[in-house]
T-cell receptor, first 112, second 113 residues
Framework: SQQGEEDPQALSIQEGENATMNCSYK?????LQWYRQNSGRGLVHLIL?????REKHSGRLRVTLDTSKKSSSLLITASRAADTASYFC????????????FGAGTTVTVRA | DAGVIQSPRHEVTEMGQEVTLRCKPI?????LFWYRQTMMRGLELLIY????????DSGMPEDRFSAKMPNASFSTLKIQPSEPRDSAVYFC???????????FGPGTRLTVT
């Protein structure tokens, strides 16, 4: 079963706009990771945020984590056509530090 | 580095046939993972190897599935006999000791008719 649930399931935005997607999870975590999957390709790691961190940045990506609400958000600023992909959150529980539990993903379409 | 290599990229087979998927992890990585991705169930971890030893195979659906890692640079996932419900994209991923991130291969799209 999936640990994380992404919201929304799909998102369509204009190039240059920001895209925000959310992830909720059920149990305590060690860290939470975000991955991107382009159509027909494997997943690519974007960013990892540990349970004792609240915010993290990487280039145009900003990730927040609220462990009290068991939720995380991924913000992509100034979106580009190349950002069109599916985005997945994956949680790692303290008891199994190797195991990624993926959500169903958010499909983002960036219109030129 | 070439990244994680998987073969074949596409496999079409008939029900009842044996299917073997192959994976070459990134050199130096000591952890290897097999995942299955379907629309209905999303991404599921099938099996995890550490230093060539299977550590967690709780995700392997049934006895028809088996996985081996004879050395640090090669792993196989075998389905025998295959069934239509096995149709999915199978990913191999590898990581180093700290599990900071997993590196995914391009996947094998399996269709069982």
């Amino acid at each position: 079963s999936q640990q994380g649930e992404e919201d929304p399931q799909a998102l369509s935005i204009q190039e240059g706009e920001n895209a925000t997607m959310n992830c909720s999870y059920k149990t305590s975590i060690n860290n939470l990771q975000w991955y991107r999957q382009n159509s027909g390709r494997g997943l690519v790691h974007l960013i990892l945020i540990r349970s004792n961190e609240r915010e993290k940045h990487s280039g145009r990506l900003r990730v927040t984590l609220d462990t009290s609400k068991k939720s995380s958000s991924l913000l992509i600023t100034a979106s580009r056509a190349a950002d069109t992909a599916s985005y997945f959150c994956a949680t790692v529980q303290p008891s199994n530090d190797y195991k990624l539990s993926f959500g169903a993903g958010t499909t983002v379409t960036v219109r030129a | 580095d070439a990244g994680v290599i998987q073969s074949p990229r596409h496999e079409v087979t008939e029900m009842g046939q044996e299917v073997t998927l192959r994976c070459k992890p990134i050199s130096g990585h000591n952890s290897l993972f097999w995942y299955r991705q379907t629309m209905m169930r999303g991404l599921e971890l099938l099996i995890y190897f550490n230093n060539n030893v299977p550590i967690d195979d709780s995700g392997m659906p049934e006895d028809r599935f088996s996985a081996k890692m004879p050395n640090a640079s090669f792993s196989t996932l075998k389905i025998q006999p295959s069934e239509p419900r096995d149709s999915a994209v199978y990913f191999c991923a590898s990581s180093s000791w700290d599990f900071y991130e997993q590196y995914f291969g391009p996947g094998t799209r399996l269709t069982v008719t």
